[in-house]
């Protein structure tokens, strides 16, 4: 019972000074926080609500996408910056990119990096056995 206790505080400092650690400069075009993604065993899926924020100089029409799927997360027309945040469930790191939808060009990317508490399963110790 202590361990699962101490096990779930230790997820939350995880997750806070994951937290901490999201860069704060202004001149990154696309910043996500919190930037890991943190599971308890090697290949369990993280859960993590995530935002993301992005800064253009010109006023455009721009979109988020996610390299968890096709379609655009989320588009805006005539705007300069916007900030929004969505939940995520990921075995894998996720890239996020910013694309001019006039031109298609890919303006910024940033990832959320996964992470877990535990790399690898415990080795079976090999025992010998007579029966």
């Known amino acids: 019972m ?3 206790f101490f096990l779930m505080i230790l997820m939350l400092l995880i997750n806070w000074v994951c937290k901490a650690e999201t860069k ?3 001149t990154q075009p696309l910043k996500i926080s919190p930037n890991k993604c943190v ?4 290949g369990q899926s993280c859960y993590q609500d995530v935002t993301l924020s992005w800064k253009q100089e010109l006023a455009g029409d721009y979109c988020v996408f996610s ?3 096709t379609e ?3 588009c805006w027309k005539n705007n300069k910056n916007s900030i929004f945040s969505i939940p995520i469930a990921t075995k894998t790191n996720v890239t996020f990119s910013l694309v001019n939808s006039a031109n298609k060009n890919i303006l910024a990317k940033t990832t959320l990096k996964m992470t877990w508490v535990y790399k690898t ?3 079976r110790r090999l025992s010998w056995r007579l029966f």
Do not use: G, H, M, P
Request: glycine fraction near 0%.
């Open 121 to 123: 399963k415990n080795r």
């Open 72 to 74: 655009a997360l989320k």
């Open 2 to 4: 202590y361990f699962k």
């Open 39 to 42: 599971a308890l065993d090697y």
């Open 67 to 69: 390299s968890q799927q």
């Open 24 to 26: 704060t400069d202004s």
